[in-house]
């Protein structure tokens, strides 16, 4: 299938908002753009079972809750092929936060890039982008937790180690 202009899907946000040069980078056989309501069939899911179960959901029940946050609140991206094929995707979910003048903070959150293109700094476009685009809506820092053996990805990305992270679950 030939990759769908930007101009003929319903987009999470405006595509100006990711930085021109990630694109640039990316080269010509590669596309990113903001998550579209129709992607469930363009391998989203797919792509998110590299980071844990994303069990399918039904094509309607993707769109009629996509975006499943506020556009204002919620970016998420992905990288696609040119036959219309989504490689790789992340997350940046804006906090409004009362302290610091009532200050942003982004938070990245579920990276993942396919198996088959891993190691071609998909990752980093991503991370790249997101924090782009955390910048470019005034947020005062971007944070995100991950394990152990991806704390060198994030160093490479120019992220890092502060703080702890702690769970709770029920
Ligand atoms: N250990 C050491 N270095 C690494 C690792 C690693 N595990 N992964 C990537 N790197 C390095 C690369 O070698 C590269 O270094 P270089 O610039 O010196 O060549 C640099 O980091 C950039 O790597 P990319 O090619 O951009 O990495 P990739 O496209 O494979 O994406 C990712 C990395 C997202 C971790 C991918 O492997 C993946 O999807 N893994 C499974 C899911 C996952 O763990 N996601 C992250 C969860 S944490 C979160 O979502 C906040």
Request: with cysteine.
């Amino acid at each position: 299938m030939p990759l769908t202009p930007n101009s003929s899907l319903e987009l999470l946000f405006p595509p100006s908002l990711i930085p021109s040069s990630i694109q640039a980078k990316l080269g010509s056989d590669l596309h990113i753009r903001p998550l579209a309501s129709t992607d469930h069939k363009r391998g989203h899911l797919e792509v998110l079972r590299v980071l844990t179960q994303a069990p399918d959901v039904s094509a309607d029940s993707y769109t009629s809750t996509t975006p499943p946050f506020h556009p204002a609140t919620y970016y998420t991206i992905v990288i696609l092929t040119l036959s219309d094929e989504i490689i790789a995707v992340g997350s940046l979910f804006v906090e409004r936060k009362f302290l610091r003048s009532l200050g942003l903070v982004g938070h990245i959150e579920d990276i993942a890039v396919s198996e088959k293109v891993q190691g071609r700094k998909l990752g980093l476009r991503i991370i790249e982008a997101l924090t782009g685009i955390s910048e470019s809506v005034g947020c005062y820092k971007t944070i995100l937790n991950c394990s152990d053996k991806n704390i060198p990805f994030y160093e490479k990305c120019g992220f890092e180690k502060k703080e702890n992270e702690m769970v709770s679950s029920p």
